[in-house]
């Protein structure tokens, strides 16, 4: 059999392949292959030509699966696939054909064709390759398929060669990192199963880092990087995972300096606001046993808090999924109602509001997942009845789960009674002070319950909050009402929240390593025999970085049956609070870490803002019999008192509030307006656009200016300004006025029409639109003040309803994909049971996956990879199915909403119409 190679020259001088089956694909003739021997691992290839190229199709990945395998395992780890393409040249690059039988003229029109509609380059799958690492020396016995067919059976006689073990390696793990970046960049979860490979296989096999895994989001801005650690954005997370995973290690290879050094001082900030003649507005009761430093979410009523609670239900108990469903269940309000032992049942449905007159949730933070600092406060309309009815569901908790205990515990010398479990999953205290209760994680936050109680200095007591509630009165009557306190914002930002929140987002991190590298460690020390017992063991072999476990408050993971938890916080998901984990040092990285925070938060931000949200829901009558039920939430916030200035550029780009708003066509589908000034438009100019129903350019049709062009020009919108701006008419050679070809109306270089009539300037591609939208246009008075207005209306039937569905769907669909191949990486790649994985990846993550598209992950035994039945096959469907509908398209009926800049605030107001 010849053997050879379409891109490997050190191939040429090979080995024997003998084909153990003698079925063979059809499309696959000579084959290719190569083993050699290595420490800790041996690499090899098999390279399969296809007899006949593949053009625009892509084929699902071929595996290597070790044939000899035993119950201990096989032998074959880490291998990914690549499919061998080559260009598929122009017709302007193709040789000439000779005349006759039409073919120079077919190849003249071909290149017609080309020049008018030029088309991304093509390509065509010649080869299918598959590389891996192995253990041992002996032969190989490797299946070889795509997971639909079997390709064929392979036996690889591994050879001694140094010279060409090191160019196969560097081979493998370039293909393999940009594999697992692939996988990164598509990833809607936390990508740690990916970034723990690269960082365990370059420490093993003495490879380098790819450049893109040191690129972390740079720490120069301390007020950007605090703002994402606060907000949990993933980049901050990640850049901490990797460098767990690589070790926390300097120059020399000692552990990094310890603990040693006194906690640094908080920003200098600015006096807080303060208003003698705010003093005497009227504010709830409720808000006077609230701290200072605490948000505050107020509903109300039991019914309001209902209407939440059964809304954050209806979407797996994450709001945010009314927009998209994630990669992973975020499960907030079930989080808090198990933690602090506060679950619904029917029979509290029926008596809450009878025994509960007001209720809100307090807390000094919103970190759901690592380790919130929050309670709930209850003002009763019977305390006995309350407190005799909350009593009985915690004894009722001891004694349906053993590892919960009921105890009685002093805080600040008052009786509290303490519900908990030793890892937190269940903590809850819960005090009374008069008709006012409150039950919470944090006993922080119980002394200061107490203290407000005795001391009255509370959230209601503060100038900032009865400011809040000039604007906001209690007349407004919200469903839901929520505070955020200045004090409460600079507590987010004072060194011992910042540093611990640091230093847990690295705990978690360093849970989810011990499981990733007891998985990867028992799926080897099956096959090879060795013993890997703990974590040293873990760190000998290089499963785990060097200096693991080295944390400067002391504290570590451990193994407590099949998790692995905290010392010092407890089980993921539910740590510690922050407000109870007491900081007394820090290194002198955190040291110079916070340094730059504190210094930019005292130069560029030494006020924070209090921000406050009022929604209004109103259920709206039917607009025929049968019709859909329709809520309408209204939604006003404010930020007061405000400082402009430190925002930036944009807030100056405002014009001054104006009761002035543009009058649109009515079968204008979205439209959007603005009041600003600039130099290059001159006084204060109300910017306006519109666009009619259409079925949009896809995103990836903006790419490159002269596709923007094209695409622009296929939307029926419209682009203007009133009073008419002088920018356009001031463009030299009078490019801003064209060609006139109709009354007020000129034709622009680039095909754009302009219609000017000495108030409005309007723009658009399409001149039937612009005529169309003329006599509709004007300005017009209005009752309220805004400088931006924007409505959109009910998309349903519309076309944009449809492109918007379908963009949902590429985005839930690539999503979806992402979290069965991680499922399918943790099954071949960490051996595990496919049975296991699922509660495996949980284990590593900490959360729970989910299909995007609704659906369940299954492992497909056809195709031995992941699936999701919402697939309907083993392959996801690239276009949306017919019955798909995204989750804002369920119920998205209509918006508008406003934006108004005063002096010393800013108010955003927003209705919604939301199908029910």
Same mark, same amino acid.
């Given at each position: 059999?010849?053997?050879?190679?379409?891109?490997?020259?050190?191939?040429?001088i090979?080995?024997?392949?003998?084909?153990a089956?003698?079925?063979?694909?059809?499309?696959?003739?000579?084959?290719?292959?190569?083993?050699?021997?290595?420490?800790?691992?041996?690499?090899?290839?098999?390279?399969i030509p296809?007899?006949?190229?593949?053009?625009?199709?892509?084929?699902?990945?071929?595996?290597?699966?070790?044939?000899?395998?035993?119950?201990?395992?096989?032998?074959? =780890?880490?291998?990914?696939s690549?499919?061998?393409?080559?260009?598929?040249?122009?017709?302007?690059?193709?040789?000439?054909?000779?005349p006759?039988?039409?073919?120079?003229?077919?190849?003249?029109?071909?290149?017609?064709?080309?020049?008018?509609?030029?088309?991304?380059?093509?390509?065509?799958?010649?080869?299918?390759?598959?590389?891996?690492?192995?253990?041992?020396?002996?032969?190989l016995?490797?299946?070889?398929?795509?997971?639909?067919?079997?390709?064929?059976?392979?036996?690889?006689?591994?050879?001694?060669?140094?010279?060409?073990f090191?160019a196969?390696?560097?081979?493998?793990?370039?293909?393999?990192?940009?594999?697992?970046?692939?996988?990164?960049?598509?990833?809607?979860?936390?990508a740690?199963?990916?970034?723990?490979l690269?960082a365990?296989?370059?420490?093993?096999?003495?490879?380098?880092?790819p450049?893109?895994?040191?690129?972390a989001?740079?720490?120069?801005?301390?007020?950007?990087?605090?703002?994402?650690?606060?907000?949990?954005?993933?980049?901050?997370?990640?850049?901490?995972?990797?460098?767990?995973?690589?070790?926390?290690?300097?120059?020399?290879?000692?552990?990094?300096?310890?603990?040693?050094?006194?906690?640094?001082?908080?920003?200098?900030?600015?006096?807080?606001?303060?208003d003698?003649?705010?003093?005497? %507005?009227?504010?709830?009761?409720?808000?006077?046993?609230?701290?200072?430093?605490?948000?505050?979410?107020?509903?109300?009523s039991?019914?309001?808090?209902?209407?939440?609670a059964?809304?954050?239900?209806?979407?797996?108990?994450?709001?945010?999924?009314?927009?998209?469903?994630?990669?992973?269940?975020?499960?907030?309000?079930?989080?808090?109602?198990?933690?602090?032992?506060?679950?619904?049942?029917?029979?509290?449905?029926?008596?809450?509001?009878?025994?509960?007159?007001?209720?809100?949730?307090?807390g000094?933070?919103?970190?759901?997942?690592?380790?919130?600092t929050?309670?709930?406060?209850?003002?009763?309309?019977?305390?006995?009845?309350?407190?005799?009815?909350?009593?009985?569901?915690?004894?009722?908790?001891?004694?349906?789960?053993?590892?919960?205990?009921?105890?009685?515990?002093?805080?600040?010398?008052?009786?509290?009674?303490?519900?908990?479990?030793?890892?937190?999953?269940?903590?809850?205290f819960?005090?009374?002070?008069?008709?006012?209760?409150?039950?919470?994680?944090?006993?922080?936050?119980?002394?200061?319950?107490?203290?407000?109680?005795?001391?009255?200095?509370?959230?209601?007591?503060?100038?900032?909050?009865?400011?809040?509630?000039?604007?906001?009165?209690?007349?407004?009557?919200?469903?839901?009402f929520?505070?955020?306190?200045?004090e409460?914002?600079?507590?987010?930002?004072?060194?011992?929240?910042?540093?611990?929140?640091?230093?847990?987002?690295?705990?978690?991190?360093?849970?989810a390593?011990?499981?990733?590298?007891d998985?990867?460690?028992?799926q080897?020390?099956?096959?090879t025999?060795?013993?890997?017992?703990?974590?040293?063991?873990?760190?000998?072999?290089?499963?785990?970085?060097?200096?693991?476990?080295?944390?400067?408050?002391?504290?570590?993971?451990?193994?407590?049956?099949?998790?692995?938890m905290?010392?010092?916080?407890?089980?993921?998901g539910?740590?510690?609070p922050?407000?109870?984990?007491?900081?007394d040092?820090?290194?002198?990285?955190?040291?110079?870490?916070?340094?730059?925070?504190?210094?930019?938060?005292?130069?560029?931000?030494?006020?924070?803002?209090?921000?406050?949200?009022?929604?209004?829901?109103?259920?709206?009558?039917?607009?025929?019999?049968?019709?859909?039920?329709?809520?309408?939430?209204?939604?006003?916030?404010?930020i007061?008192?405000?400082?402009?200035?430190?925002?930036?550029?944009y807030?100056?780009?405002?014009?001054?509030?104006?009761?002035?708003?543009?009058?649109?066509?009515?079968?204008?589908?979205?439209?959007?307006?603005?009041?600003?000034v600039?130099?290059?438009?001159?006084?204060?100019?109300?910017?306006?656009?519109?666009?009619?129903?259409?079925?949009?350019?896809?995103?990836?049709?903006?790419?490159?200016l002269?596709?923007?062009?094209?695409s622009?020009?296929?939307?029926?919108?419209?682009?203007?300004?009133?009073?008419?701006?002088?920018?356009?008419?001031?463009?030299?050679?009078?490019?801003?006025?064209?060609?006139?070809?109709?009354?007020?109306?000129?034709?622009?270089?680039?095909?754009?029409?302009?219609?000017?009539?000495?108030?409005?300037?309007?723009?658009?591609?399409?001149p039937?639109?612009?005529?169309?939208a003329?006599p509709?246009?004007?300005?017009?008075?209005?009752?309220?003040?805004?400088?931006?207005?924007?409505?959109?209306?009910?998309?349903k039937?519309?076309?944009?309803e449809?492109w918007?569905?379908?963009?949902?769907?590429?985005?839930?669909?690539?999503?979806?994909?992402?979290?069965?191949?991680?499922?399918?990486?943790?099954?071949?790649?960490?051996?595990?049971?496919?049975?296991?994985?699922?509660?495996?990846v949980?284990?590593?993550?900490?959360?729970?996956?989910?299909?995007?598209?609704?659906?369940?992950?299954?492992?497909?035994?056809?195709?031995?990879?992941?699936?999701?039945t919402?697939?309907?096959?083993e392959?996801a469907?690239? =276009?949306a199915?017919?019955?798909?509908?995204?989750?804002?398209?369920?119920?998205?009926?209509?918006?508008?909403?406003?934006?108004?800049?005063?002096?010393?605030?800013?108010? %955003?107001?927003?209705v919604?119409?939301?199908?029910?």
């Amino acid at each position: 059999m010849r053997l050879f190679s379409l891109r490997n020259p050190f191939f040429v001088i090979a080995f024997a392949l003998l084909p153990a089956i003698a079925a063979r694909s059809a499309n696959a003739i000579d084959v290719l292959a190569r083993a050699v021997v290595g420490q800790p691992y041996g690499v090899a290839t098999i390279e399969i030509p296809l007899a006949q190229p593949i053009v625009g199709q892509t084929m699902p990945p071929i595996q290597a699966i070790d044939a000899g395998a035993d119950a201990n395992g096989g032998r074959v =780890f880490y291998p990914f696939s690549e499919d061998l393409k080559v260009t598929v040249p122009p017709p302007s690059e193709t040789p000439v054909p000779r005349p006759g039988n039409g073919r120079l003229l077919g190849r003249l029109g071909n290149l017609i064709r080309e020049i008018a509609s030029p088309e991304a380059t093509q390509s065509q799958t010649v080869a299918r390759r598959v590389t891996f690492l192995f253990v041992g020396s002996a032969p190989l016995r490797i299946r070889v398929g795509d997971g639909i067919s079997e390709i064929g059976t392979y036996e690889l006689i591994p050879e001694q060669d140094p010279s060409a073990f090191g160019a196969m390696k560097s081979t493998w793990w370039a293909g393999y990192t940009a594999s697992v970046k692939s996988q990164i960049d598509a990833a809607d979860y936390p990508a740690w199963v990916e970034e723990y490979l690269i960082a365990m296989l370059s420490r093993r096999t003495r490879s380098p880092l790819p450049a893109w895994y040191n690129n972390a989001p740079s720490d120069d801005d301390g007020l950007t990087d605090a703002m994402k650690l606060i907000a949990g954005a993933s980049g901050v997370s990640e850049a901490i995972f990797r460098r767990s995973a690589v070790g926390f290690l300097d120059t020399s290879g000692r552990p990094l300096p310890e603990a040693t050094l006194p906690l640094p001082a908080p920003p200098r900030w600015a006096p807080l606001y303060d208003d003698p003649t705010v003093a005497n %507005v009227p504010v709830e009761p409720m808000a006077t046993h609230v701290p200072p430093e605490c948000f505050y979410i107020r509903y109300g009523s039991f019914e309001n808090y209902l209407w939440f609670a059964d809304l954050s239900t209806e979407y797996g108990g994450d709001v945010s999924s009314m927009v998209t469903l994630r990669g992973i269940e975020v499960d907030t309000n079930e989080k808090i109602q198990s933690q602090l032992n506060l679950k619904m049942n029917q029979l509290s449905r029926l008596l809450g509001p009878t025994v509960i007159a007001d209720q809100a949730i307090i807390g000094r933070d919103l970190f759901v997942s690592d380790g919130s600092t929050l309670g709930v406060m209850l003002q009763a309309k019977n305390a006995f009845l309350l407190r005799t009815s909350l009593a009985n569901d915690r004894t009722a908790l001891t004694r349906s789960d053993d590892e919960v205990t009921l105890t009685d515990v002093t805080v600040d010398g008052q009786t509290v009674s303490l519900l908990s479990t030793p890892d937190n999953r269940v903590r809850s205290f819960m005090v009374q002070d008069g008709d006012f209760f409150l039950l919470a994680n944090s006993k922080a936050l119980v002394s200061r319950f107490l203290e407000v109680g005795k001391t009255q200095q509370s959230l209601a007591a503060t100038p900032s909050f009865q400011l809040a509630r000039r604007l906001m009165p209690l007349d407004r009557d919200d469903t839901l009402f929520a505070y955020f306190s200045p004090e409460m914002l600079r507590g987010l930002v004072s060194p011992s929240y910042l540093i611990e929140l640091r230093r847990r987002v690295s705990a978690n991190a360093e849970v989810a390593l011990m499981h990733l590298a007891d998985s990867a460690g028992k799926q080897e020390s099956g096959v090879t025999g060795a013993s890997l017992n703990g974590v040293d063991d873990l760190i000998d072999a290089g499963f785990l970085p060097a200096g693991f476990g080295a944390r400067p408050d002391g504290s570590g993971a451990i193994n407590v049956g099949d998790q692995v938890m905290d010392t010092r916080r407890g089980r993921r998901g539910s740590f510690l609070p922050i407000a109870d984990a007491d900081i007394d040092a820090v290194t002198p990285d955190e040291l110079a870490w916070y340094g730059r925070i504190a210094n930019d938060y005292e130069t560029r931000f030494p006020t924070i803002d209090p921000i406050m949200v009022g929604i209004h829901r109103e259920s709206m009558p039917a607009s025929s019999p049968g019709a859909e039920a329709i809520d309408r939430i209204s939604v006003h916030a404010e930020i007061a008192p405000l400082v402009p200035d430190k925002y930036g550029k944009y807030a100056k780009y405002l014009g001054p509030p104006t009761n002035v708003a543009m009058q649109f066509a009515n079968d204008d589908i979205i439209a959007i307006q603005a009041h600003v000034v600039s130099e290059e438009l001159g006084p204060p100019t109300h910017l306006f656009a519109a666009v009619k129903d259409t079925l949009p350019p896809d995103p990836e049709q903006f790419d490159g200016l002269l596709n923007i062009y094209r695409s622009l020009r296929g939307i029926p919108g419209y682009l203007g300004a009133w009073p008419q701006p002088g920018m356009l008419d001031r463009l030299p050679l009078g490019i801003g006025r064209g060609q006139p070809v109709g009354p007020g109306i000129n034709r622009l270089i680039g095909g754009i029409y302009r219609y000017t009539d000495g108030q409005f300037s309007v723009l658009s591609f399409q001149p039937d639109v612009l005529q169309h939208a003329l006599p509709n246009l004007a300005a017009i008075d209005v009752p309220d003040l805004a400088q931006i207005r924007a409505r959109a209306d009910n998309l349903k039937g519309s076309q944009i309803e449809g492109w918007v569905n379908r963009q949902l769907y590429d985005r839930a669909r690539q999503s979806s994909v992402a979290g069965a191949s991680l499922l399918s990486r943790v099954t071949r790649q960490l051996g595990v049971a496919p049975e296991q994985a699922e509660a495996e990846v949980e284990r590593i993550l900490g959360v729970k996956l989910q299909c995007p598209l609704g659906g369940q992950y299954k492992y497909s035994q056809v195709t031995q990879r992941w699936i999701s039945t919402a697939w309907q096959g083993e392959v996801a469907p690239p =276009f949306a199915p017919a019955d798909y509908v995204a989750p804002p398209m369920k119920w998205f009926r209509g918006a508008s909403a406003t934006v108004t800049q005063y002096a010393d605030r800013l108010v %955003v107001d927003s209705v919604i119409d939301v199908a029910r």
